[in-house]
């Protein structure tokens, strides 16, 4: 009889184990807090857009990217050719961000902006992403976001969508 408890346990044991080991990465408590800023509105300008995410304190783990995909529209966002610069705290709209804290890529389809973070941004921090680039044509943009945790087998999350509204030059004579 011990014999035989002694093999279920270690098999209990080994299959918690299988468990443990193959543990997937999520937040408990997703970012939510993300807002865009664009401070200028108008068709052609050149603009200074920001991302900014708060990542809670309570998120179970650090924030790896976020993927922004743009809804339907017929022009594209121009989010620039350089990688975005970024900075900690809050959101300043004349702060300057450090390189190489962010990068950013687009999907093979064109769709989906991917930005990545290097060092992860910790729960309990505000990272704030600047993209420079122009707006273009006047319209409603807005985007469907995703937030991507930092580590292996990774389950993401969901979040608001955003949007900027851009007018036309000849709406301000």
Do not use: C
């Not at 408990?28 to 664009?38: G, V």
């Not at 068709?43 to 650090?62: K, M």
């Not at 950013?104 to 921090?125: H, K, T, V, W, Y």
Request: glycine content about 6%; proline content about 6%.
């Amino acid at each position: 009889m011990i014999r035989l408890t002694l093999l279920l346990l270690s098999g209990v044991v080994a299959l918690i184990s299988t468990r443990l080991a193959s543990a997937q990465t999520f937040f408990r408590s997703p970012p939510t807090a993300i807002s865009i800023h664009n401070p200028s509105s108008t068709e052609g300008q050149r603009n200074r857009t920001t991302i900014s995410v708060v990542v809670p304190e309570d998120a179970g783990a650090s924030l790896e990217s976020v993927v922004l995909s743009q809804l339907t529209n017929i022009d594209q966002w121009n989010w620039g050719s350089k990688d975005p610069e970024a900075y900690l705290g809050e959101y300043g709209l004349r702060r300057r961000g450090i390189d190489g804290l962010a990068t950013a890529d687009m999907s093979n389809d064109g769709e989906d902006l991917i930005i990545r973070f290097a060092p992860a941004i910790e729960p309990g921090q505000q990272v704030n992403v600047v993209f420079r680039s122009f707006n273009p044509d006047s319209d409603i943009y807005q985007w469907s976001t995703t937030f991507i945790p930092d580590g292996e087998d990774v389950i993401a999350s969901d979040g608001p969508t955003l949007r900027v509204n851009i007018y036309r030059d000849s709406d301000f004579r």
